[in-house]
């Protein structure tokens, strides 16, 4: 299987972890089923597109000053002191090679979003 089959199946997954949690508290609060999974479905859906849009955010570049700006105040103490001084040029390359893509992240939370979009239909539909 590949990476991104696999990542994309991973955070399926976290997905429906995600909206059975939700699903089940607001089951405890006795609310209607049909509402507790367009809430759960949108929930996942929610926090998978955000977390997505600042993955592929950071996958820019974007906050990569910031990260080596922490990293150089942390190598103040001599204790996390390095031999080498990375410069920004190589910390920005090092940290490019790092990156996985969010494409997967993104499609998932787009598939629980049309879900609960289709959730909401039917919530509607029965009332």
Do not use: H, W
């Not at 926090?47 to 000053?65: A, S, T």
């Amino acid at each position: 299987m590949s990476e991104k089959k696999r990542d994309f199946l991973y955070n399926m997954l976290a997905g429906a972890v995600i909206a059975v949690l939700v699903f089940a508290l607001g089951i405890s609060r006795e609310y209607e089923i049909t509402r507790c999974v367009c809430d759960g479905l949108f929930v996942a859906a929610v926090l998978l597109i955000g977390i997505g849009g600042l993955k592929g955010i950071r996958n820019k570049g974007v906050f990569d000053v910031a990260g080596y700006g922490i990293k150089s105040a942390i190598e103040i103490i001599p204790m996390f002191r390095r031999e080498e001084k990375e410069t920004i040029g190589q910390y920005r390359d090092r940290k490019a090679s790092e990156r996985k893509g969010a494409s997967g992240m993104l499609l998932a939370g787009v598939i629980y979003l049309v879900l609960s979009f289709a959730a909401l239909g039917v919530y509607y539909a029965v009332k």
